[in-house]
Nanobody, 120 residues
Framework: QVQLVESGGGLVQAGGSLRLSCAAS????????MGWFRQAPGKEREFVAG????????YYADSVKGRFAISRDNAKNTVYLQMNILKPEDTAVYYC?????????????WGQGTQVTVSS
């Protein structure tokens, strides 16, 4: 069982930056591949970024490549999402998620989400 708690969301002007954190409980955090997703009002939840358990592999949605960076600190059981050059279309609730298999499409555990609002 893994519990995930996101933090770091807020209101920021376009062009600004935010860093989201996701703290995980449980001693098996290092065995999970992690991801960030987001859901804007009236839209489906979409993948943003992912990172393998060892941090060797990272991957991003095309819409955030070059602006967002995912990282993890396994000693702190925490995964991060550094978001730069934010745009109004990045406004959404951001969720972190964990899965055991990097090839699985479905994630096993989800956090409650943190709101990110980008003003123009």
């Amino acid at each position: 069982q893994v519990q995930l708690v996101e933090s770091g969301g807020g209101l920021v002007q376009a062009g600004g930056s935010l860093r989201l954190s996701c703290a995980a409980s449980g001693r098996t955090f290092t065995t999970y591949h992690m991801g960030w997703f987001r859901q804007a009002p009236g839209k489906e939840r979409e993948f943003v970024a992912g990172i393998s358990w060892s941090a060797e592999r990272t991957y991003y949605a095309d819409s955030v490549k070059g602006r967002f960076a995912i990282s993890r600190d396994n000693a702190k059981n925490t995964v991060y999402l550094q978001m730069n050059i934010l745009k109004p279309e990045d406004t959404a609730v951001y969720y972190c998620a964990a899965k055991r298999s990097i090839t699985a499409t479905a994630y096993d555990y989800w956090g409650q989400g943190t709101q990110v609002t980008v003003s123009s």
